[in-house]
């Protein structure tokens, strides 16, 4: 469970609820906030245009996709660099064949299909096209996922927009009726409100999760891609170390040392 994303939304919706209820109504203030009409123009409307804007697949994945911000991304990329090292280490020593029975023992799939390209022979020019139009791939697909709650939560905000003016053309309908005005004022905004509230709240959040987990898995990526084309060409392991490491921020270079000293212990 990845606890940022959680903490993240129930703090923003604790700290909303505490702003409502902190004034003279106290709780009862939060049935200011609610008018099912305004929830369905406002939630109903944004989805149902996003849905006009993509397939029905991609629709209800982009709607599952919210699950994926709650799970970790289970890639530690020191620790890869130095499984691409030691794997760096058998090929110099024993030959790229002797890489084939190493490949069983990967997790990866991506790498473990690298590995096997390479035992097969392939020119290191189709290993690589194979590999970056793999990569391609995925990030199309996580792209797809990002694009459905950016599209969201553009959308919030402007059917937000659109409940309020058919409040307020509701509103100058009852003029003759001023103790009216207040009260009908009060709904006509409040679906700006949950416009704001959607796109701010769940929608963004969601996307820029997606977005900074899509970096982190297509760097993992291109490093396993560099790392396997240089134990294809036989690069020193050394050298293969230092040109991973170069992926990485001075911290983590430090902590992937540290592992490669482990190791080699």
Same mark, same amino acid.
């Given at each position: ?21 902190? *004034? =003279? ?32 697949? =991609? ?35 024993? *030959? ?10 990967? =997790? ?68 003759? =009726? ?88």
């Amino acid at each position: 469970m990845d606890l940022a994303s959680l903490l993240g939304l129930v703090l923003c919706a604790v700290l909303v609820i505490f702003g409502i209820t902190n *004034g =003279d109504d106290g709780v009862a203030a939060l049935g200011f906030f609610w008018d099912p009409p305004s929830v369905l123009i406002t939630f109903g409307g944004a989805f149902c245009a996003t849905l006009a804007s993509v397939s029905m697949s =991609d629709f209800l994945g982009g709607l599952k996709s919210i699950g994926l911000i709650f799970k970790p991304v289970n890639i530690n990329v020191p620790e890869m660099i130095t499984q691409i090292i030691d794997l760096s280490n058998v090929a110099r020593k024993e *030959g790229l064949l002797s890489l084939e029975e190493a490949a069983g023992n990967l =997790d990866d799939p991506f790498m473990k299909k690298g590995i096997l390209l390479i035992v097969d022979g392939t020119d290191p020019e189709l290993v690589r096209g194979i590999l970056e139009s793999e990569l391609s791939s995925i990030e199309s697909r996580h792209k797809s996922k990002i694009g459905f709650w950016e599209t969201a939560a553009s959308m919030g905000p402007a059917w937000g927009m659109i409940g309020t003016l058919v409040g307020l053309i509701i509103m100058l309908q009852h003029m003759s =009726d001023p103790s009216a005005l207040g009260p009908s004022m009060a709904v006509a905004v409040i679906t700006t409100f949950y416009g704001s509230v959607l796109a701010n709240w769940i929608c963004t959040p969601t996307a820029n999760k997606l977005k900074a987990n899509n970096a982190i898995e297509i760097q993992a990526k291109e490093i396993m891609i560099e790392g396997l084309l240089s134990i294809q060409a036989g690069e020193n392991p050394r050298v293969i170390e230092e040109k991973l490491k170069s992926f990485l921020s001075p911290s983590e270079r430090t902590t992937s040392t540290e592992e490669g000293a482990g190791g080699e212990a």
